[in-house]
T-cell receptor, first 111, second 112 residues
Framework: QQQVKQSPQSLIVQKGGISIINCAYE??????FPWYQQFPGKGPALLIA?????SEKKEGRFTISFNKSAKQFSLHIMDSQPGDSATYFC??????????FGTGTRLKVLA | DGGITQSPKYLFRKEGQNVTLSCEQN?????MYWYRQDPGQGLRLIYY???????QKGDIAEGYSVSREKKESFPLTVTSAQKNPTAFYLC???????????FGDGTRLSIL
């Protein structure tokens, strides 16, 4: 019940394409869903986060779509650029301070 | 600049040795966290602290110890009881529940 399942494990996209990463959770007590971007040798950096009271949140080229009934949420990167090549993690948390992280998606955007 | 500072960036441990990883934050955050990152396994929580002088075990606390004597500092000790310590260790802080966690740039620990 505490797992967050993330897919795909790796993703290759052409420059200008759309990158889509999916996550699924089981614990209905989760109500905060952030996405992080991590470059090699660096710590993860918050990209965007969503609460379940909205179905979509957009910040620049990054969009989170949230489906509460299916217990799924996804990150869409529009107009993907080579500089977006990184590892992306979804996470989920509730009233506790603890995050449960997905296992990560390694994205490569081809120039 | 506000942020989280982890040191050292690289650390080597000999067999039977304890080593301590430093984490300092100047974000005035109440909560601090330690994660271990292994390839293909995402981030796993070792310990977290919601307030000074209090901390809780995470999912993989065995072989690790922490202290939280000051709000700004949350050092992690990797003891000799941790048989597979080679990993990338990340420290984070947050203002509380439902708040984003901010990460340092990690310490990579290797065995000599």
């Amino acid at each position: 019940q505490q797992q967050v399942k993330q897919s795909p494990q790796s993703l290759i996209v052409q420059k200008g394409g759309i990158s889509i990463i999916n996550c699924a959770y089981e614990n209905t007590a989760f109500d905060y869903f952030p996405w992080y971007q991590q470059f090699p040798g660096k710590g993860p950096a918050l990209l965007i986060a969503i609460r379940p009271d909205v179905s979509e949140k957009k910040e620049g080229r990054f969009t989170i779509s949230f489906n509460k009934s299916a217990k799924q949420f996804s990150l869409h990167i529009m107009d993907s650029q080579p500089g977006d090549s990184a590892t992306y993690f979804c996470a989920a948390s509730g009233r506790t301070y603890k995050y449960i992280f997905g296992t990560g998606t390694r994205l490569k955007v081809l120039a | 600049d506000g942020g989280i500072t982890q040191s050292p960036k690289y650390l080597f441990r000999k067999e039977g040795q304890n080593v301590t990883l430093s984490c300092e934050q100047n974000l005035n955050h109440d909560a601090m966290y330690w994660y271990r990152q292994d390839p293909g396994q995402g981030l796993r929580l070792i310990y977290y602290s919601q307030i000074v002088n209090d901390f809780q075990k995470g999912d993989i606390a065995e072989g690790y110890s922490v202290s939280r004597e000051k709000k700004e500092s949350f050092p992690l000790t990797v003891t000799s009881a941790q048989k597979n310590p080679t990993a990338f260790y990340l420290c984070a802080s947050s203002q509380g529940a439902w708040q984003p966690q901010h990460f340092g740039d990690g310490t990579r620990l290797s065995i000599l």
